[in-house]
């Protein structure tokens, strides 16, 4: 049966169940992060953990829009995209709290989740990183002429580094089938983004590459899934990379238990944002029931549970396999 | 003097050379609220935003633009948050910086600090954990300053912002939080000096950076068994005081030598090829090594520790070099 969804653009091509899985999804990657940081102010986690609360609808609206065999790549708050793009949370999970059966042997941590398998080609935490990689994918799949498209995911403070420049315009150059997706949730760290850059929506770069550039609403997973349907249907016609901005917003503060406002941002910016939750916008939008939301509730706690229990009940990693892999 | 932690040292060298020298002037990623390590705080609300200036995520940007402001005059000091995004500045930082003295016959120099924190022991995993001060020392062209406790480092931290040249000033995240006693105002610790920080007969220790709080642990732990370490921090590596390490391995005889960037090519292969040239006959043992694995530096505690020096090996290592004597 085919819901009526409040979007502006809102996919008539969508059928009820597919909504419920977007927002169950979205769900699914808020109760995850909460987990994380739940087991990182334990101290079950080690290192750094960045959590993507408040940023669910871009995940999700992008990875809605892809096929298994497309690439993502991400960044060091990538949670939300590898579970989106189907990442095991079983392995995930594990990778986190640093077991043998983590999806990287616990080599990488929170910061490099990757799961090659469902087309995850990883967090990069070097802020920009993934563009080339992104455009070298590209690259690879022009040359392969499977139709398949690499979409990176990167931050608002990343699109001042270099390689995003450069990433796009080889893309532009050589019309690979490449989405940049930023999200902007108006800060890197600290630095506000109308201090850190010149244009206020960062999409407008794309002119210089001779792409199209659009903003949306990054709290609005349909707004999201509809431009990235775009983006994707113009790269698998060959027709090159599209740059998309969603505004949007982390919850949480920058990393590991920082405190969720000040000293950079304010208690009433932060709650001016909560307002706009993507999960109660897609409540609202889908017209999700009391009795649709509790048994999602329900199957996502169950699936949190086995993950973390998977998680804690795996042996730890050998010491020795520290040494494999290691070639040269 | 009085006791502070390494953060505050570094934190009250750069007030009092800011406060000496208006040229001098700071550019960095969140470094107005030094939000990650707190090294510049309080800095901007002294001095203004024009001289301590949060940048973007622009590592190639900013250490090139430091280079040009050098060349016209100032004195920048650029944080790179983490040592391991200094990579993406290579180019200023070698092609540029460590050249322009000398490719331009002498007409300018680059008065440039590049400070930044490395190494491991936090699990922030292969990308935000390594000690790559060997890759530098490699260098001509660029100073190299490992300070290893908080006096150290506001010393040094003072001479390399006086140095007419390029310093890349590599800051420990495990000393941080580390407190000493460290003198009030005025205190200059020169370049290509190294010096004793705890005397023995029976070994010489030679440490890099943090790895000097690890060997007087070792020392420490020696000494309980009847060892007694000498225990030598060169505090630069570029330029390097090869002098007073041999000094201490001809009274020794014995020598090995502890750092965290990887062993292959490390420091230490320097340092050790400098101690036979200079004191081969008085060497009763090969030098031993200390080093990270030559393996990334995994996220997991277990694992990074495994891969980590820390005192049991460098004791190890001790017995091992004391053992080959015999
Ligand atoms: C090259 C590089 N520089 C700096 C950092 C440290 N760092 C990690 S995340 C971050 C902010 C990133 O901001 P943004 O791209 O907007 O992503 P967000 O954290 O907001 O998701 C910084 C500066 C890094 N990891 N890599
Ligand atoms: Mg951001």
Not at chain 1, 22 to 40: A, G, Q, S
Request: aromatic share 6%.
């Amino acid at each position: 049966m085919a819901a009526k969804v409040k979007s502006k653009s809102a996919s008539r091509s969508l059928s009820r169940d597919d909504y419920l899985r977007m927002y169950r999804t979205m769900l699914c990657i808020r109760r995850f992060e909460e987990k994380t940081d739940e087991l990182f102010m334990a101290g079950r986690i080690k290192g750094a953990v960045h959590v993507s609360i408040g940023q669910e609808a871009c995940s999700v609206g992008v990875c809605s829009a892809l096929n298994q065999d497309d690439a993502i790549l991400t960044t060091h708050r990538g949670h939300g995209h590898s579970i989106a793009k189907g990442t095991r949370l079983n392995e995930m999970m594990a990778e986190l709290l640093g077991k043998a059966t983590g999806l990287c042997k616990a080599r990488g941590g929170s910061m490099h989740i990757a799961d090659i398998s469902k087309g995850h080609y990883g967090a990069h935490s070097i802020v920009g990183a993934n563009m080339p990689m992104a455009a070298g994918m590209g690259l690879a799949f022009q040359l392969e002429g499977k139709g398949r498209v690499a979409v990176v995911f990167f931050g608002d403070g990343a699109s001042n580094q270099g390689s995003f420049h450069e990433s796009m315009n080889l893309c532009a150059i050589w019309k690979l089938p490449v989405v940049f997706f930023c999200e902007n949730n108006h800060y890197a760290v600290s630095f506000h983004v109308n201090r850190s850059t010149a244009v206020r929506d960062i999409s407008l770069r794309a002119q210089s590459y001779n792409a199209p550039g659009v903003t949306v609403d990054g709290m609005d997973v349909m707004a999201v899934y509809e431009a990235t349907k775009e983006a994707v249907a113009r790269a698998r016609r060959g027709e090159g990379p599209t740059l998309i901005e969603a505004k949007t917003y982390r919850f949480f503060g920058h990393s590991r238990g920082d405190p969720q406002f000040g000293p950079y941002r304010t208690k009433e910016e932060v709650e001016r944002w909560r307002k706009r939750d993507p999960l109660l916008v897609a409540e609202k939008m889908f017209k999700v029931t009391e009795a649709e939301k509790k048994a999602v509730q329900g199957e996502v706690a169950e699936e949190m549970a086995v993950a973390v229990e998977f998680a804690e009940k795996s042996p730890e990693a050998p010491l020795p396999s520290a040494l494999e892999d290691v070639y040269a | 003097m009085r006791e502070i932690t390494f953060v505050e040292a570094l934190n009250e060298a750069l007030h009092e050379e800011m406060d000496r020298d208006k040229k001098v002037f700071i550019l960095g990623e969140d470094v107005e609220l030094a939000y990650v390590f707190g090294v510049t705080k309080g800095l901007a609300a002294r001095f203004g935003k024009d001289r301590v200036r949060d940048t973007p995520i622009s590592e190639l940007g900013i250490v090139g633009a430091g280079v040009g402001a050098a060349m016209a005059g100032y004195r920048p000091v650029i944080e790179i948050m983490f040592m391991d995004f200094i990579m993406l500045a290579m180019d200023p930082l070698i092609n540029q910086a460590a050249k322009l003295r000398y490719m331009l016959g002498g007409q300018l120099s680059v008065p440039m600090v590049v400070r930044t924190p490395g190494g491991g022991g936090v699990q922030y995993g292969p990308t935000h954990s390594q000690c790559l001060e060997a890759w530098f020392m490699q260098m001509p062209g660029i100073k190299v300053a490992v300070p290893s406790d908080p006096a150290d480092g506001k010393g040094l931290l003072k001479a390399a912002i006086r140095d007419d040249n390029p310093v890349l000033f590599v800051e420990h995240k495990m000393l941080y939080k580390q407190k000493g006693l460290v003198p009030e105002g005025e205190h200059l610790v020169p370049f290509g000096r190294a010096v004793v920080k705890r005397p023995g007969a029976d070994v010489t220790l030679v440490g890099v950076g943090y790895q000097v709080v690890n060997c007087l642990r070792a020392a420490e732990a020696l000494a309980a068994e009847g060892i007694s370490a000498e225990v030598v921090d060169p505090r630069t590596l570029a330029p390097l005081d090869t002098a007073t390490i041999a000094e201490s391995v001809r009274r020794t005889g014995r020598c090995v030598v502890v750092e965290e960037g990887h062993l292959r090519s490390g420091a230490g292969s320097e340092i050790a090829a400098a101690i036979q040239q200079e004191a081969f006959d008085y060497l009763d043992a090969p030098i031993g090594r200390v080093a990270a694995l030559d393996a990334p530096i995994p996220f997991e505690p277990r694992l990074e520790a495994f891969v980590l020096p820390n005192p049991d090996k460098i004791a190890k290592a001790v017995k091992q070099v004391l053992g080959a004597a015999v």
